[in-house]
């Protein structure tokens, strides 16, 4: 496997969206619920370890970085890599409290607004699920193009085998 960068400059990455994300129940504190013997979920991680409200506003092409805490490395990389500026992650949920907003998993997973939570009659657990169902594009393309790059060397291979 190859690293992107070195092991000692890894940052802290959000949890991929998972498709059972609407179905976990309410989010809990990720301490108590890797004391249940659990990991956290991404929709717990957004709700007790981020630092923003529902409805935060902003201008420019980069959310607060003070929103992330230790995510902001990983998430300003990925506001530049998709062009897109992070959406806020959290919403409030019927009862009052915070949950994931769906725009957030859809930012997450590199696709364009809109893509999935823009689907008429697409209910917030449908969003979710097609969400975590989902494929990051940057990453097929890059499955894709390496193995047409294998696909290339073997056919040059036995082309010069061949002779």
């Known amino acids: 496997m190859a690293r992107l960068w070195p092991r000692d400059k890894t940052e ?9 994300l609407s179905r976990n129940g309410a989010p809990q504190h990720p301490t108590k619920r890797k004391q249940g013997g659990h990991g ?3 929709e717990d991680e957004v709700c007790f370890l981020l630092n923003v409200e529902p409805g935060a506003d902003y201008g420019g092409d980069f959310s ?4 992330w805490g230790d995510f902001a490395p990983a998430v300003r990389r990925w506001e530049v890599l ?5 959406p806020v992650p959290v919403e409030y ?4 409290g915070l949950r994931l907003a769906p725009r957030f998993g859809e930012w997450l997973m590199g696709v364009t607004c809109g893509w999935i939570t823009k689907v008429p009659g697409l209910d917030r657990a449908a969003q979710l699920k097609a969400i975590g169902d989902g494929v990051v594009p940057q ?11 294998q696909l290339e060397r073997r056919e040059v ?7």
């Open 12 to 20: 802290k990455l959000l949890k991929t969206p998972t498709a059972n």
């Open 40 to 42: 956290p979920t991404l």
């Open 64 to 67: 607060p970085s003070e929103w």
């Open 82 to 86: 998709t062009a897109q500026p992070a």
């Open 93 to 96: 949920g019927p009862r009052g």
């Open 139 to 149: 990453q097929a393309f890059s499955a894709f193009a390496h193995l047409l790059g």
């Open 157 to 163: 291979e036995s082309v010069c085998d061949a002779a």
